[in-house]
């Protein structure tokens, strides 16, 4: 191999969500394509990649904390600042002394080719372009995955949904869909990799093939399936109004879809759904969960669902912790909302104290542990198919079911990336605990 990056160490972080991770992914890959070798951040390395996030305020202060302790590793190491928040506050980053590359969401295709020009000129370089302006999927792309038994395919960039609390549409861009020739390819490699399960991703997934002709999510979903060696499919996250009849007829009758989804949920109080710019409605949710489950019994629904959204009073909280307590969610992620700059919620009136938002937090906490425990109750004593994911200690491994409940048990044998069926003993703490 002919690359000024030969031998050269290599070290990365990932602030933020699974986009990201991908997205890091594919550059590291790039990356070792010219020869680098990969170490561990902690590590003194003569690259560094920081993939940033910027969904929040404190997602922004960890980004520039991840930046200076790179800095710090190794003074003369070229630092690549990336992702979300290199987008939106690249001015920012260019004042933290010694970052040598600045790339946003868009060309981290070229990231070799922009750490080879540094090399040659010594220049800090930011290519940090406008994203509202793009119009083409960034082929990223991956031959493994960070996890041994399933593998995160991006398949869709962007967002233009423009909820009140939320910054990613300017982060990212308007929606843009990968092609479908691509994605297959994707999952055949990790397929071949050893990967038993796909995991759909992106920043607004239900849009996918809004922007092409003949294409959309129920399609991929459907092509995929057909792919020999692929065992599971699952979805990232997606919102109520998506999930339409011709989408529910094909979730329920391909074999390979797991039987579980993660429906955003955000508010269980109509006043404050409006105010978030969410474009449902608590009945809508209702509805679409109930033919959900008549459809799949054993369907796991998990959620997010923030907490003291600017205006929410104490009647909308409770109208949210009621609805939450009655949809039977197995999991629930509850956020406390925090203010991000540049986002309408950012500047409405009627902030809530910190106080109350932690007691708010608290409650609906309380609310998603006994939602957890109840559903993976449902399941004792019955038999489950079992995806085993890694070894957790002597002799214990730890897997997820189809519909996505942690399933714990003791092997006398390897069972790591085997996909068995077990029946579970008893759960505890929503998660089951099992035998073969």
Known sequence: MNSKLK???????????KVNMYDTQAMVEILENHGCKLVDFEERADIYIVNTCTVTNLGDKKSRQALRKALKQNPGAIVVACGCYSQVEPDTIKKINGISIILGTHERMRVAEF?????????????????SDQREFEDLNISTSGEKSRA????QEGCDRFCAY???????????SRKAESVIAEAIRLVKAGRKEIVLSGICLAGYGKDMEDMNLVKIISALNNVEGIERIRLGSLDPISVTDEFLETFFNLPKVCDHLHLSLQSGADRTLKAMNRKYDTQAYYN??????????DIGITTDIIVGFPGESDDDFMKSLEFAKQMQF???????????????????????????????AKAMAEIASQSAGNFAKKFEHKKLKVLFEQKTGNNIYEGYSTNYITFIVKSERDIENQILEAEAAYAKDGCLYGIF
Do not use: W
Request: aromatic share 8%.
């Open 7 to 17: 031998d050269k160490t290599l070290a990365h972080i990932t602030l933020g969500c």
């Open 115 to 131: 750490i080879i020009q540094y090399l040659e000129g010594k220049e800090q370089k930011d290519f940090v372009s406008g994203i």
């Open 152 to 155: 995160y395919i991006k398949i």
């Open 166 to 176: 939320c910054i990613i549409p300017y982060a990212r861009g308007p929606v843009r």
């Open 288 to 297: 679409t969960l109930q033919k959900l489950r008549k459809a799949m019994p």
């Open 330 to 360: 197995s999991r629930i992620h509850v956020f406390p909302y925090s203010p991000k700059k540049g986002t309408k919620a950012a500047v409405m009136d009627n902030q809530i104290t910190a106080k109350i938002k932690e007691q708010r």
